[in-house]
């Protein structure tokens, strides 16, 4: 990927991240639960995604993704793990909101994740700027 290309995709990607978390918060305002966690999700992905990108590392996968994020962010001290576990809980919640039959979130399980998610958004934003 050119390099003007490169920088073309992680903006985007970061602006997809906090335009998806906005998504978010207006699904969780309605009380549709199992779409905000899929959207939460969804903006955690964007960002990682982004970040991966910076670093030049590229995958096709969700799995590849949460694999790279753990080894070269996580393991590596640059990212507390418990953002680590955060992405592989929303990647597992919004795989049982969207796929398993009968089974709805709820408001005091989701709204908390709202500050967890803005917080590791935000934090991928400045280590994506410190490379710049």
């Not at 335009?19 to 966690?37: G, H, Y």
């Not at 962010?73 to 507390?80: A, I, Q, S, Y």
């Amino acid at each position: 990927m050119k390099d003007e290309d490169k920088v073309e995709y992680i903006n985007y990607r970061i602006e997809s991240a906090y335009k998806t978390f906005d998504a978010a918060k207006v699904l969780a305002e309605n009380n549709f639960w199992n779409s905000a966690v899929n959207r939460l999700y969804y903006s955690l992905f964007y960002a990682v995604n982004a970040l991966l990108v910076d670093s030049d590392f590229y995958t096709k996968s969700h799995s590849g993704t949460k694999s790279l994020f753990a080894m070269h962010f996580v393991r590596t001290g640059k990212f507390d793990k418990s953002y680590g576990k955060l992405l592989a809980e929303l990647y597992d919640w919004r795989q049982k909101g969207d796929y398993d039959n009968i089974f709805d979130f709820d408001k005091e399980s989701v709204e908390p994740l709202f500050e967890r998610v803005k917080s590791m958004i935000d934090l991928i934003k400045q280590e994506i700027k410190k490379t710049k």
